[in-house]
């Protein structure tokens, strides 16, 4: 059984940084997609960022690039979410997410195609 646990959500002033952690269990965590979904009350959950099994293909939704970083380090099975220059519009409760096998080599963007999720971490950004 796949298990993913979020660490690293908090409260945080506009124009601050967090860094979010996901670490997985339970599969051969190398040969997956992975990515960070979020969700603030009353909207749907969103795409924030894809990445591939072997961490050179990397995608983000428009809002988020340039300001956060998703990155994977296989050997310890995990998956980060570095978020940098954070928004109040950022808030919102942050889901790793798992999709087994390697391919389609490109992370997609929709909820759909993930078969795993952690439980959520929640990110508080003030102004």
């Known amino acids: 059984q796949v298990q993913l646990v979020e660490s690293g959500g908090g409260l945080v002033q506009a124009g601050g940084s967090l860094r979010l952690s996901c670490a997985a269990s339970?599969?051969?965590?190398?040969?997956?997609?992975m990515a960070w979904f979020r969700q603030a009350p009353g909207k749907d959950r969103e795409f924030v960022a894809g990445?591939?099994?072997?961490?050179?293909?990397?995608d983000y939704r428009d809002s988020v690039k340039g300001r956060f970083i998703i990155s994977r380090d296989n050997a310890k099975n995990t998956v980060y979410l570095q978020m940098n220059s954070l928004k109040p519009e950022d808030t919102a409760v942050y889901y790793c997410?798992?999709?087994?096998?390697?391919?389609?080599?490109?992370?997609?963007?929709?909820?759909?195609?993930?078969?795993?999720w952690g439980q959520g971490t929640q990110v508080t950004v003030s102004s």
């Open positions: 997410a798992l999709r087994r096998g390697p391919y389609p080599y490109t992370p997609g963007r929709s909820h759909e195609e993930y078969d795993y």
């Open positions: 990445i591939s099994w072997s961490g050179d293909i990397t």
């Open positions: 339970g599969h051969t965590f190398s040969s997956n997609i």
